[in-house]
């Protein structure tokens, strides 16, 4: 792939309606080298805490480069724990340093009275969780001064406490906190398998101009004698059931920010890029169709 | 109805404990709830072993896949991640190693860990502009003894009774496979690690040299550090001493 500058360079500004990737050290070099024409790059904020170092300068290198987008996995904002100052701080002092286009988080917690666990776990949908919840993203949202987008994650159980589906809470929420979404079409669909609802269904109720970005990535199926398990492993191409289901979530929300994660058993980046034009392809459909 | 903190209080406990029944929480649709909160414990396992792994990938090459595996599972039970930052969950593990392995034949896994924990800080401190050595020329001769340093914030010192610097560079993804045996008992080690435009400098330190850095980096005055450099290499040449370890650049601003 050669450097072709002129197309990948852009303003700091509003992240554009195209396909970026995940971003991973290992990739850190060929990218500043390759400078392939991917649309953005996502980082995983906590990736980019240091006070200094390489990869703090790896990543201003490539935000001149490409639009910027900042991910988020350890803030927890589903837990009764108080939030973490210093973990905030950190997010706030990378946000100046960055200027992202996104800032996003889970739908999740990830740790009990102190004690982390470092996933992302799933919530009850209450009511209670559910106040909780737009109460936790206010506090973010004021602090940080700025929108976040908050992300569905995939789930390998549901509480008998639940009285909201997944897909009313997150409504709910984006209304009433005034987050935006970032609809993760593959945690959708991993969801709906493992506990047997239609992924159409669920996109149909998600309020359209509420989401921002779209997340793809490949899973893996777990099969037992009696079952199987769709896990969110990351670790794979996007299957063509996860594409028909971004198709459609493109006709209800219109063309929207995509990403392609792939977190494990990390690929070349040419065809992470390869995973990305794939995507820009189905934008271009859908704004084909609406034009 | 159980409230959120106490779902989120059971799921803790069934994480951690099998038996801990928390049937009536979770829905069973074809698949038990232990078997469905296995794949949470499974991933909070990994995820944890690959943070120590990428931690501390000398001490994983040393110790082997199931003996470095084990003894996180018995870290993690004891020191769980307080953190929602994963890099820091390795930060007690040397201090757990020497528990573990002091005075054993293993004991050098816990001192390559401190090294490669060292290193981890060295990564990702501040930056921090070099020292103006002509202001020392302010201060009246008769105050010296008094002066205390600031060091760079991406310098960290390791000493050991064991090769460190060596075992290190050994296990490194791009060192020769041949390389001669290590001999653990060549004797001591010290290593001042620093950062300099995103690489890591690793320099072995004499031990007078050493004294005095570990000394002033702890906050001691110079007099006390030369004394201290003096304590284990009485015919040191102290003023040497400091003129190298200011050239390494670790001192970067001082007060009296």
Not at chain 1, 164 to 185: K, T, Y
Not at chain 2, 112 to 140: C, K, M, P, T
Request: proline share 5%; glycine share 6%; hydrophobic share 45%.
């Amino acid at each position: 792939m050669s450097p072709t500058t002129d197309n990948v360079v852009r303003p700091r500004g509003p992240m554009p309606v195209r396909t970026g990737i995940g971003l991973r050290a290992q990739h850190h070099e060929s990218l500043l080298h390759e400078r392939p024409q991917i649309g953005w790059l996502e980082a995983h904020s906590e990736n980019y805490f240091a006070d200094g170092g390489a990869q703090i300068d790896y990543l201003m290198a490539l935000r001149a480069l490409y639009p910027l987008s900042l991910h988020g996995v350890g803030l927890s904002l589903g837990s009764t724990d108080p939030l973490d100052a210093e973990h905030l701080w950190r997010l706030k002092r990378l946000m100046h340093l960055s200027e992202p286009g996104f800032v996003s988080e889970h739908l999740s917690w990830g740790s009990v009275d102190g004690e982390w666990l470092n996933d992302l776990l799933p919530m009850p949908y209450t009511e209670e969780a559910l106040a909780h919840m737009i109460r936790r993203v206010g506090e973010v949202q004021d602090y940080l001064g700025r929108q976040i987008l908050i992300e569905n994650v995939s789930s390998y159980l549901e509480f008998t406490s639940s009285a909201l589906r997944e897909w009313e809470f997150l409504a709910a929420l984006a209304i009433e906190s005034g987050c935006g979404l970032l609809l993760d079409v593959n945690n959708v669909y991993v969801s709906s398998r493992n506990h047997s609802f239609d992924p159409r269904v669920y996109l149909s109720h998600i309020p359209s101009t509420y989401v921002q970005e779209i997340h793809l990535a490949g899973h893996t199926v777990k099969r037992h004698a009696d079952h199987e398990i769709v896990i969110d492993t990351h670790a794979a191409p996007v299957c063509d059931r996860v594409w028909d289901l971004y198709e459609l979530a493109l006709t209800h929300v219109g063309p929207t920010p995509t990403l392609i994660e792939w977190d494990a058993d990390i690929p070349a980046l040419s065809i992470l890029a390869a995973e990305a034009e794939h995507a820009d392809r189905y934008l271009e459909r859908t704004r084909a169709i609406a034009a | 109805m159980p409230s959120l903190h106490e779902t989120q209080t059971a799921f803790l406990g069934a994480l951690h404990d099998s038996t801990s029944c928390i049937d009536r929480l979770v829905v069973e649709n074809g698949l038990a709830a232990e078997r469905r909160v296995a794949i949470y414990r499974n991933n909070v396992r990994e995820g944890f072993l690959s943070a120590l792994r990428a931690t501390y990938p000398v001490v994983a090459q040393l110790a082997g896949d199931d003996w470095f595996h084990q003894r996180v599972d018995v870290y993690r039970a004891r020191f769980p991640s307080r953190s929602g930052n994963l890099h820091y969950a390795g930060k007690d593990f040397p201090s757990f190693l020497y528990g573990q392995l002091r005075g054993g034949s293993y004991e050098y896994f816990a001192d390559v860990a401190r090294f490669e924990w060292a290193y981890q800080e060295v990564l990702i401190a501040a930056e921090h502009s070099s020292f103006d050595i002509a202001a020392l020329g302010n201060v009246a001769p008769e105050h010296y003894a008094s002066l205390v340093f600031a060091t760079h914030p991406a310098a960290r010192l390791v000493a050991s009774n064991y090769p460190l610097l060596a075992i290190w560079k050994a296990h490194q993804p791009l060192s020769p496979t041949a390389s001669e045996p290590l001999c653990l008992d060549s004797g001591p080690s010290r290593v001042l690690l620093i950062r300099r435009d995103d690489h890591v400098e690793m320099r072995e330190l004499c031990e007078a040299d050493c004294a005095l850095l570990q000394a002033l980096m702890s906050g001691a005055t110079l007099g006390d550090a030369v004394d201290s450099a003096l304590a284990v290499d009485a015919a040191a040449d102290v003023a040497a001493s400091l003129s190298r370890i200011v050239s390494l650049g670790t001192l970067v601003a001082f007060h009296l």
